[in-house]
């Protein structure tokens, strides 16, 4: 009989890691570290990770229970993982199994293991023979649901690629660095939109999978013929862009495996994606950030496209920056990691500026003919909009509908209007549970909170007055849409939002139409605003981007210029117009002059960051400064501050400023009132040193506030 003991991390809130004994029969291996393993938790059974063994344990002989299973027909999670894990757990204050288990598919956290052995079926991996208690129900499972595994000959040469546009000299220059690249190697891949990001990305793959696969054949070593040579990250930042990538990739690599992982996957998808990632056979993982912490054993190059996206952040639980983890793990690895963006974010161009990233740069378009579109401004004093639209987008709309070309409309607000109003007694549409107006859905006939989801059906008079005529104010897309129906009766007006596309699938559906030419009018929300490359489309129109100029928030100009640079890079990109222009943007607003339209009509990024960075730096804010928020939340104001005030209190160190605490700009969600905490300091190492001996602290005070910690926070 061969005992240990297993140290254990569980997803649990607990920072802690958990002692077990594992007890087998002589023939049978110790669990190794990475192993997961299922085990008795209070009450219920769950599956851990092993993380290390002990020599002993603390815990008394009655007290330590005994591991329950093994899951032994999953490779063990190798050491580099373990160590991102470790990594991230440590950075953003969670615990480790917090971090290890809510990454790993449903499925295999599951207490049956039926759905993955059928994965690992459905891949080529025969799993462990079953023992008897479980053989009765998994002999049923394989009638029932049996999948072809893949056939073993190989059918072609899997590094025969698909066929490639010739590239440009600073494409081709991008490639070879990034192919070449030894070691470590952050690269900014800096190019305007329509430059050929994804080309770049696509040809320095090829060549580092065929190199890869040559180094292979030369070592004469038996490999498995599924099993990759080398394997390559691709994060994007939204669902709805993966298909059109994915359809990209596949089509030039089409022997290669090419799987997606994003949140939008049935669990049998997800977990067969996950496991060929794991298994070493996925060549190419595609993914949105929940892939970064995904298993991948040959990972060779990191691609982050449009790295600046704000969908990276994760803004619950582990409120991670997947492109920050991207980093890490190209250093801890050694290899090549991309970041891709026509606008950088603020901290990547510093460290290229610093000469800690190395700058690729592609200031043409690539494809033929096509150049940069004009971006021109519309002044709404002048030109008085009707439905929202000026005579000059009016106009510039009906030419493209005789040319027989596309028109995109960018709004960031869904819904029909922000505001149901009373002109009588001036009663307007308060969500009663938070800071926040209930935005009118008029389709759905609705009032909706967009922040607690409360919904109601639209009154038919003034709930306090009794006024019958409510008026909407304010324009959401429903409304541009109903306003574009009736400029242009004969257009084909599609609006794509998160209310159209709610149903599965139904997003993508929207966009292969505006890719068929079905669409002669696109209006939308930031999904319509980046990535998609609409070969028909030469008009771009921003309605209300004014708000963003007057925000509290110190990130609001960096990402609402981010956001036009993206939104006006859709318009033009595959060549001229039939009249032979280029693409246009008009920029519908009331500071035609405000510096900021002024860099975008010039397509210029560089000054704009320039200037960004200096204010930040005087302002000393990120990323010439480190930051932690603490919120909290409670059922009254002072209850969240009153534990604010006394972590404030609890630990003081050099070179760490404790501000204030104070209400959130929006105070009240759903009837909890929210309170924060900003912890700042110069020095990222010193502030994660405060911060580990900070919550130690804060953790054993016993308190009904909830709180949360952010490091690095975005949204303050
Ligand atoms: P980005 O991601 O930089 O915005 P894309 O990668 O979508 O740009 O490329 C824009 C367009 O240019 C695409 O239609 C692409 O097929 C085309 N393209 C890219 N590289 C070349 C090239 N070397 N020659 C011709 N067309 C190209
Ligand atoms: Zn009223
Ligand atoms: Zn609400």
């Known amino acids: 009989m061969e005992q240990c003991i297993l140290q254990v991390a569980l997803d649990t809130p607990l920072h802690t890691v958990f002692d077990y004994c594992w007890r087998g029969r002589e023939d049978e291996a110790i669990p190794v570290v990475g192993q997961l393993v299922v085990v008795p938790f209070g009450r219920r059974e769950t599956v851990g990770v092993v993380v290390g063994h002990a020599a002993g344990t603390e815990l008394s002989a009655d007290k330590i229970k005994d591991v329950i299973a093994v899951r032994s027909q999953l490779p063990p999670l190798s050491a580099h993982w373990l160590a991102l894990c470790g990594f991230a757990a440590d950075y953003y204050q969670r615990p480790l199994g917090e971090v290890m288990l809510p990454g790993l598919p449903k499925n295999l956290r599951a207490l049956t293991t039926v759905a993955l052995d059928k994965a690992l ?42 066929a490639a546009p010739p590239l440009n ?34 040809q320095a793959a090829a060549a580092i999978l065929k190199r890869a696969a040559d180094a292979r054949a030369a070592t004469g ?147 033929q003919q096509a150049v940069l579109p004009k971006v021109k401004v519309v002044d709404m004093e002048r030109d008085k909009p009707q439905d929202g639209l000026t005579s000059t987008l009016i106009g510039a709309i009906r030419k493209r509908l005789e040319n027989g070309e596309q028109s995109l409309l960018f709004l960031n607000r869904r819904g029909y209007a922000p505001v149901l109003a009373c002109d009588a007694c001036g009663w307007i549409s308060n969500c009663m549970r938070c800071d926040a107006f209930m935005v009118v859905h008029r389709p759905e006939r609705r009032l909706r909170c967009h922040h607690c989801s409360l919904e109601l059906h639209i009154p038919k008079s003034c709930p ?119 693409g246009e943007v008009l920029i519908q607003t009331r500071y035609p002059h405000h510096p900021l339209y002024q860099a975008v009509m010039r397509h210029d990024y560089d000054g704009f960051a320039g200037t960004l960075l200096e204010e930040r730096q005087q302002a000393c804010f990120p990323p010439f400064m480190y930051q932690a928020l603490l919120r909290a939340e409670a059922r009254e104001l ?9 972590a404030a209190a609890m630990l003081e160190a050099p070179a760490i400023t404790i501000n204030a605490p104070i209400p959130m700009t929006m105070m009240r969600v759903a009837n909890v009132e929210r309170a924060q905490l900003l912890v700042e300091c110069p020095s990222r190492p010193a502030l994660q040193a405060f911060l580990k001996e900070w919550l130690a602290e804060l953790r054993l005070v016993k308190t009904r506030v909830r709180w949360s910690l952010e490091v690095d926070p975005v949204d303050i």
């Not at 929207?510 to 669409?519: I, L, M, T």
Request: proline content about 5%; some cysteine.
């Open 121 to 162: 079926k459905a891949l080529g991996r025969m799993a462990a023979p079953p023992t008897k208690r479980k053989a009765k129900a998994k002999a049923a499972d394989i009638v029932q649901a049996d999948e072809p595994a893949q056939p073993a000959e190989v059918l072609a040469d899997p590094m025969q690629f698909g």
């Open 169 to 202: 000299a600073a494409q081709q220059q991008a490639v070879d660095v990034i192919a070449q690249a030894e070691g470590f190697a952050p690269l900014l891949l800096y190019g305007v939109t329509g430059s050929g990001k994804t080309e770049v990305y696509l």
């Open 221 to 367: 070593e038996p490999v498995a013929p599924e099993e990759a040579p080398a394997q390559i990250l691709v994060l994007v930042p939204e669902i709805n862009l993966t298909p059109q990538l994915e359809g990209n990739i596949r089509a030039r690599f089409p022997h290669l495996n090419v799987v997606s992982l994003h949140s939008g996957l049935a669990e049998g998808e997800r977990t067969r994606s996950w496991l060929a990632a794991h298994l070493g056979q996925a060549h190419i993982v595609l993914g949105t950030r929940l892939a970064i912490l995904s298993s991948l054993p040959h990972l060779k190059l990191i691609v982050i496209d449009e790295e600046h996206d704000p969908s990276y952040k994760q803004q619950e639980g582990l409120r991670y920056s997947a492109r920050d983890l991207a980093v890490w793990r190209a250093h801890q690895l050694g290899i090549p990691v991309v970041l891709g963006s026509a606008t950088p974010s603020l901290e990547t161009w510093q460290h290229a500026q610093a000469g800690r990233y190395r700058r690729l740069e592609l200031r043409q378009r690539a494809a």
């Open 464 to 582: 306090t007055c009794g006024n019958i005529d409510l008026q909407p104010l304010g324009r959401g897309t429903q409304r541009v849409e109903e306003g574009l129906h009736a400029i242009f009766p004969e257009a084909r007006v599609l609006r794509i939002d998160a209310d159209s596309t709610r149903l599965k699938g139904s997003a993508q559906i929207a966009f292969d139409s505006v890719h068929r030419g079905e669409v002669d009018i696109l209006i939308g929300t930031q999904m319509v605003a980046k990535g998609h490359d609409f070969k028909k489309l030469t008009l771009v129109g921003v309605m209300n981007p004014d708000t963003a100029l007057f925000s509290h928030d110190y990130r609001a100009s960096e990402r609402l210029f981010a956001q036009l640079m993206q939104v006006a890079g859709r318009a033009g990109r595959a060549g001229l117009s039939a009249d032979g222009s280029s």
């Open 638 to 646: 002072e209850q969240a501050i009153g534990f604010l005030q006394e």
